[in-house]
């Protein structure tokens, strides 16, 4: 499995982005996929999930009602829209993948992951 993930960038406090994952390798149909996210100094957290199967969805707080995870089937990508953001959004952000219909919150748990993509709020 590959996971490349992109869309990035640097956005001003109450802008958005959309981060996109695209995946190859495997069809998807019984994963879940994930995104984390890392700050400076900071271990990875969870942001939000999905699961392949269902579409069925899991947020952290921190992003709940600003961030939507979704998944186009046709290009097996996983979407993260991000509005709304803060300065606290700061940091890498990675997608991550693993065969099983546990949406997990914890990294350890993901088998497959894509590189990290930037994204920086400014206040």
């Known amino acids: 499995v590959q996971l490349q993930a992109s869309g990035g960038g640097v956005v001003q406090a109450g802008g958005s982005l959309r981060l996109s994952c695209a995946g190859s390798?495997?069809?998807?149909?019984?994963?879940?996929m994930a995104w984390f996210r890392q700050a400076p100094g900071k271990e990875r957290e969870f942001v939000a999930g999905i699961r392949w199967s269902d579409s069925t969805t899991n947020y952290a707080d921190s992003v709940k009602g600003r961030f939507t995870i979704s998944r186009d089937n046709a290009k097996n990508t996983v979407n993260l829209q991000m509005n709304s953001l803060k300065p606290e959004d700061t940091a890498v952000y990675y997608c991550?993948?693993?065969?099983?219909?546990?949406?997990?919150?914890?990294?350890?748990?993901?088998?497959?992951w894509g590189q990290g993509t930037q994204v920086t709020v400014s206040s």
């Open positions: 991550a993948a693993d065969e099983s219909i546990l949406l997990s919150t914890k990294s350890r748990t993901y088998a497959y």
């Open positions: 390798g495997r069809t998807f149909s019984r994963y879940v």
